[in-house]
Structure formats: structure tokens, C-alpha cells
């Protein structure tokens, strides 16, 4: 399982590692790494042409000495300080030492744009200019670029002064590296308030940060690399966000024994569908069977469309209390307005699964008083609605918007996207999955991830755990049936058992 914790626990994890080690130990650790990985992207490093852009914190100082090791290698090493004042003194040192070059980026410690020689009489370097030879000339020039601008404590976008050097990276082609994460992303939220570096890889340091997990800052990351940097020792048990792994699906997966029978299996409710929508009780019901159920009861009016595609269904058009035994039930794909099976399935004893018109239909206060658990499954249209604000606020702002959504229905909360969250009431970790493809964006996609939460809901697994093990599995299962090429929901459906065999056998 990867864990991502907040810039105040890795914090204090780094104060308590260094009281431990020698002075600088910790910063040379993430160096050795960055300067690694540099070389791995690269493919070689001698005759390269690194370029750092160095801002006055700690993450200034990995670039620094790890530019020096990329000098000691061959690489011609140029260092663009941004607040030449407050560079770290013994990176600078180190570069210098090495045969690096320093040129500032302005000639105040605000890190405004100017002209100037070298900083603080190391060794001298073309300043800001128009021409090809100006820092911007130096920038476009790079083989590769090391974003050591702003550290994990960085708020909001850029700073303007900053962005013409961020227009020539671009401008570039270089490969760009971020050090423990892309300068301008906020490394709690992952939220990105304007502009920010886009990196091809990040190095970061001990642990994730959530940031580097979900989007929109995630899209800014490129590849992550996690450098250990003993940090393991002295973090809490309890992470900010966990992102389950191919080991802890399987670990989850419900397996029958020799003794199981359909019921012990887990029956699952479907109530779903409407004359308009019948595909989407189709849908649900097709994922529910490929999610392990023992059997599916199907309730609503797409009855003779399910029986058609699967005779295995039990079909009632009684209502849900009429229904028979489940384990759980699953509500609200495709059922128009029909808020009477709604409210009937809400008031049912089992753990439930609300969907799609199943969210507009459900009153908060019945979500809140029921005593069995309920899983919400938004789209990020649908959180919007249900919180009251505007789509974009929760496209930017999904981990907070997750969190806010849990807690005010009192429920677990899977909030759909190109990365996946799951909240629950209580606080604690939110699990993130990204297992997913932009192939999943196709209608009834959901549907098949409704039935397939549900099915895990009914066989006895904890709503956390079956929103995040349905969304590892959907997501899987859509990047296996597309192979690249559009995929339908059937096909997404269809593609569960083959990656129920891939964790199971991985």
C-alpha cells in the first residue's frame, strides 16, 4: 500500500530523524537520489545539460547538491537562483566546488527578474536577458531542468516574476524533473490555484504527499519516484491518503470456501432501471454478478431487459420490501424519478449503495439516520450538487470536497473520477485509486461500478473497502478491455473477471 501524509506530519517526522543523524545527513540522502534518478531519465550524464532553478528552500538545497554530483559525473551544470540571498550556502558551495555555474535570476531576494554576474562571487554566469545567451537562452538550451523553485510548503500558483522561466521550460523540449514535488501544486490538497511546473518525473522524499495522488496536481507530477530516505521510522501508522496495491486487493477479495452457498456468498438488490433507462438496471446487474455475488435480485421495471441478458437475475417488479433476503442493496442507476424505492431501500437494515438519480432522490437525513452503512457514489457534477457549489470548486478542490461530502451525509463517500476517492464519516484515511483509463468515460460505466461495490458491500467486505476495491477492479478491468482502443460498459463489465485473475494471480 503507498501512504501519502500531510506537510505537518512529514515535517515533524524530519525534525525527529534529524535530531538523529548528523547535520545535513537527511538533505544528502535526498540528494543521492535525485541525482539517481536524474541520471536514469537522462540515460547518461556526461556532456548533459542540467539546468536547475533553484528557489530558498530545503528543495533549493537537493537541487543544488544534487547538481553537483551530476557535475562531478560530466554534465555542465548551470544553477538559476531565484532569491539569491536565501540559496542554501552549502549546496552553492558544493556546485561551485564541482565546476557548476550560478547565475541569478534578479538582483533582489524577492527573485524578481534583473540583471547581474554571479551570486555571491561564486562563479560568474550570463544574467537575465532577451538574447540566446540571457538566463531564458541558458533555460531552452537544457537537456534536462530540475524545478527546485518551491517546496512542500508552497501555496497557490507561481509568482509572476517566476513565469517567464516556467514559458522557457516549455519552450525547452527539456526533460523536466521536480523535486519532491512540482513547484505551484499544493502538496495537501493537490489543489493547482494557477501557474505550476509540469514535470515528466518527480522525485520525492520519505513519503508521498497527498498532492502527488490526486488531481488535478497529480496530472502535473509526470512519473513519482519515492526515495527513502528513512523517514519509514518516525511517521504515524494512520496516513493522510493510502492507495491500495495488487497485494492489498487481493487481500480483500471475497473467495468462497467449500462450505459457501449463494447466500453466504451475498445476495445483492438491485433497484434500478425505468422504461426510459433499462440499460442501466442491465448494467448494475452485470456488475453485480462479475463482483462476486452468490445472486442478484433485480426490483424495478427493466425487468424483462435483465432476465433477457441474464437468466440468473431473480426479478421482482414488488418493490424492494418485497423483494427477499439481501446482504445489500444498490440504488438509484437509471431510476428517473423514483423516489418511493429509494426511500423503501434507505429504510432497509443492510448496508446500501446510492447512484446517479439515486443522489438527487435521497433525503440527507434519511442517509444520516440509518444505522447500516451507506456508500455514495458521485460524479463530480453530481458532489457539486449535493454540496451546493459549482463543479469546477470540486474538479479543483476533490479531497476537500470528498471530505466535506462524508462527513455531511454521515456517510462513505466514492467520488468518481480520473482519480477515485473514498472518504469515510469518521475522518481518517481517504483511499485514492488511479488504476482507472480516460476509456472508463463512457456511459454506464458507473452502472457497472454501482453493481460491482454493491456485490462486494453484500459480501461482507466494509464500505471503504468495497468502494476501493470496486474502483481498483473497475479501473482495471476498463484498462484491460480497451487495450488502448474504446471500450464500451459491457466491455468494461465483461473485463472484471480478467482483473479479478490479474490481482489474485499477481
Not at 540528494?31 to 528557489?55: I, N, P
Request: proline share 4%; with cysteine; net charge neutral.
Amino acid at each position: 500500500m503507498r501512504t501519502a501524509y500531510s506537510v505537518e506530519t512529514v515535517r515533524a517526522a524530519e525534525g525527529e530523524l534529524m535530531a538523529r543523524l548528523p547535520e545535513g545527513a537527511l538533505m544528502q540522502r535526498a540528494a543521492a537520489g535525485l541525482a539517481v534518478a536524474c541520471g536514469q531519465l537522462m540515460g547518461r550524464v556526461y556532456g548533459t545539460r542540467v539546468v536547475l532553478l533553484v528557489g530558498s528552500g530545503d528543495n533549493g538545497g537537493d537541487a543544488l547538491y544534487a547538481g553537483a554530483r551530476l557535475a562531478r559525473r560530466g554534465a555542465g551544470v548551470t544553477a538559476v537562483l531565484l532569491a539569491p540571498e536565501r540559496a542554501h550556502s552549502g549546496g552553492l558551495a558544493a556546485l561551485r566546488g564541482a565546476g557548476g555555474t550560478v547565475v541569478r535570476a534578479g538582483g533582489d531576494s524577492g527573485g524578481g527578474f534583473g540583471s547581474g554576474g554571479g551570486a555571491g562571487g561564486g562563479n560568474g554566469g550570463s544574467a537575465w536577458g532577451e538574447g540566446s545567451d540571457g538566463v531564458t537562452g541558458v533555460v531552452r538550451r537544457a537537456d534536462l531542468v530540475v524545478d527546485g523553485i518551491v517546496g512542500i510548503g508552497g501555496r497557490g500558483g507561481l509568482r509572476d516574476d517566476v513565469l517567464p522561466l516556467v514559458a522557457a521550460v516549455r519552450e525547452s523540449g527539456a526533460a523536466v524533473v521536480a523535486v519532491d514535488l512540482p513547484s505551484g501544486v499544493d502538496a495537501d490538497s493537490g489543489e493547482v490555484r494557477g501557474e505550476a511546473i509540469r514535470a515528466d518525473l518527480t522525485v520525492t522524499f520519505g513519503t508521498h504527499k497527498p498532492g502527488l495522488l490526486v488531481d488535478p496536481a497529480r496530472e502535473y507530477a509526470g512519473t513519482v519516484r519515492l526515495v527513502d530516505i528513512g523517514l519509514g521510522a518516525v511517521l504515524p501508522e494512520v496516513a493522510e491518503l493510502e492507495a491500495l496495491q495488487h497485494a492489498d486487493v487481493a487481500r480483500l477479495l471475497p473467495v468462497p470456501g467449500v462450505e459457501s452457498d449463494k447466500y453466504r456468498r451475498g445476495v445483492v438488490g438491485i433497484a434500478a432501471g425505468s422504461a426510459r433507462y433499462p440499460g442501466a438496471a442491465v448494467l448494475a446487474v452485470a456488475g453485480a454478478l462479475r463482483g462476486g455475488a452468490g445472486a442478484v435480485r433485480y426490483v424495478g421495471p427493466a425487468g424483462d431487459a435483465v432476465i433477457a441478458r441474464f437468466p440468473e437475475a431473480l426479478v421482482s417488479d414488488q418493490g424492494p420490501r418485497a423483494a427477499g433476503r439481501v446482504q445489500a442493496w444498490v440504488v438509484g442507476p437509471g431510476a428517473g424519478d423514483d423516489a418511493g424505492a429509494v426511500a423503501e431501500v434507505l429504510e432497509a437494515d443492510v448496508p446500501v449503495l446510492i447512484d446517479a438519480d439515486g443522489l438527487r432522490l435521497a433525503e440527507r437525513e434519511a442517509v444520516r439516520g440509518r444505522g447500516a452503512p451507506t456508500l455514495m457514489t458521485p460524479h463530480a457534477g453530481e458532489a457539486a450538487a449535493l454540496l451546493g457549489v459549482a463543479r469546477a470548486e470540486v474538479e479543483g478542490a476533490r479531497l476537500s470536497s470528498v471530505r466535506e461530502l462524508a462527513a455531511r451525509y454521515g456517510a462513505t463517500v466514492l467520488l468518481k473520477g480520473s482519480t477515485t476517492l473514498v472518504a469515510g464519516p469518521a475522518g481518517g484515511a481517504v483511499r485514492v485509486n488511479s488504476t482507472g483509463t480516460g476509456w472508463l468515460a463512457t456511459a454506464g460505466s458507473g452502472d457497472v461500478l454501482s453493481g460491482l461495490c454493491g456485490s462486494l458491500l453484500a459480501a461482507g467486505l466494509s464500505a471503504v473497502d468495497a468502494g476501493s476495491v470496486g474502483a481498483y477492479l473497475h479501473g482495471l478491468a476498463g484498462r484491460l478491455a480497451a487495450e488502448g482502443a474504446p471500450v464500451g460498459a459491457q466491455g468494461v463489465a465483461e473485463g472484471v473477471g480478467r482483473a479479478w485473475r490479474d490481482v489474485r494471480g499477481g
